[in-house]
Nanobody, 120 residues
Framework: VQLQASGGGLVQAGESLRLSCAAS????????MAWYRQAPGKQRDFVAT???????NYAESVKGRFTVSRDNAKNTVYLQMNKLKPEDTAVYYC???????????????WGKGTLVTVSS
């Protein structure tokens, strides 16, 4: 199983970006999909998550600005980021909990990350 994230880039404060992360390989079912981020010199922090039923949860710092969604047919999660701030600058990582075959347990998979840079 591989996760490929895309959509990062350089934007100015107040602008928007949309990140995507698609899973490929031997997949039976995907439970939660999530986004984390890691700013330079800091630990990796939770950003947003969406369950298989569509329930979402956000870090306080992004509530009202970011929206997480998923396309189960494409094994893909999205992160729509609006009103970006310089403090949103980080490498963004996607995280999936995937069951690769029936009766197996869910395993954790991480994407390689995509860089988002927000200039002031």
């Amino acid at each position: 199983v591989q996760l490929q994230a895309s959509g990062g880039g350089l934007v100015q404060a107040g602008e928007s970006l949309r990140l995507s992360c698609a899973a490929s390989g031997n997949i039976f079912t995907i439970n939660a999909m999530a986004w984390y981020r890691q700013a330079p010199g800091k630990q990796r922090d939770f950003v947003a998550t969406i369950t298989s039923s569509g329930t979402t949860n956000y870090a306080e710092s992004v509530k009202g600005r970011f929206t997480v969604s998923r396309d189960n047919a494409k094994n893909t999660v999205y992160l729509q980021m609006n009103k970006l701030k310089p403090e949103d600058t980080a490498v963004y990582y996607c995280h999936f909990r995937i069951m690769v075959s029936p009766g197996d347990y869910y395993r954790d998979y991480w994407g390689k990350g995509t860089l988002v840079t927000v200039s002031s």
